[in-house]
């Protein structure tokens, strides 16, 4: 399976230069739709979106999908200081501005939920509306964890990332067999198939993928950062009921830092909600995106 082969019609990719890295994205819809940028979480890269872009495209928005810093097709550098939140949230005002989008939705499902928290947090003004799919508004996370230590438990792999090359050895063995197992293991039956495995595969064997994948979570934690602060631009926050990295709290709690907001769980949807359930995703974000 090559890149060009996840491709449909109507939908094109290209390369850009930005905040000094090379960002590969995918592009369909309008023209002069409304730019609705996509963000992809750990471990995916664009194609974590495939059932949602025909389906936004399709409603007149302008939809990018960029794989994020050190992910799929795009460049990263390879210390761990790259990947801070503020560099990732660079890198998206950088794209909306080569792309001539003054003003633009926000879309993110795990790690792109946390830079789209931090974006809207920086550039409230430049985001028109926002959905957060699995990834909580990062000021609440200690408080949770105070209330719910289940979470502490549900958080552990966060630690062990921070280990210096352990990690990365033990995700790439055997080709890639505990990241594999990560995803059928915590999804629905089905969610992933061989092919879509492959896909992810794929991406993840490029050269220094994994461990820029990695630095995310060393750069957040030992990274110190201001904090987020009340969000402005309206936000709509999905979570599933079986998450199992994530507590639903995590959600509602979050739903606190937004001046407008509102916090919807699918009762039987996993952290994978955008692929389990995404008629019921995508009916969501078209609602909202479309409200006045």
Known sequence: MNEGSLLQPGWTERVVQVNGISMHLVEAGPEDGSPLILLHGFPEFWWAWRKQIGALAGQGFRVIAPDLRGYGQSTGPGEVLGYGIERLVEDIAALADMLGHERFNLVGHDWGGIVAWATAASHPVRVLRMVVMSAPHLDIFRDVIRSHPSQLLRSAYIGFFQVPLVPEASLSAGDFFLLRRSLTATSKAGTFGA???????????????????????????????????????????????????????????????????????????????????PQWVNEKILAFLHQS
């Open 195 to 277: 092919e879509d495995i492959k896909a992810y595969a794929q991406e993840w064997r490029r050269h220094g993928r994994l461990h820029a994948m990695l630095n995310y979570y060393r750069a957040l934690a030992r990274n110190p950062r201001p904090p987020l602060a009340r969000i402005v631009p309206p936000t709509l926050i999905l979570w599933g009921k079986r998450d199992h990295a994530l507590l639903p709290e995590l959600g509602e709690a979050s739903l606190l830092q937004c001046a407008t907001g509102r916090f919807e769980c699918h009762p039987a949807a996993t952290h994978w909600l955008h692929l389990e359930e």
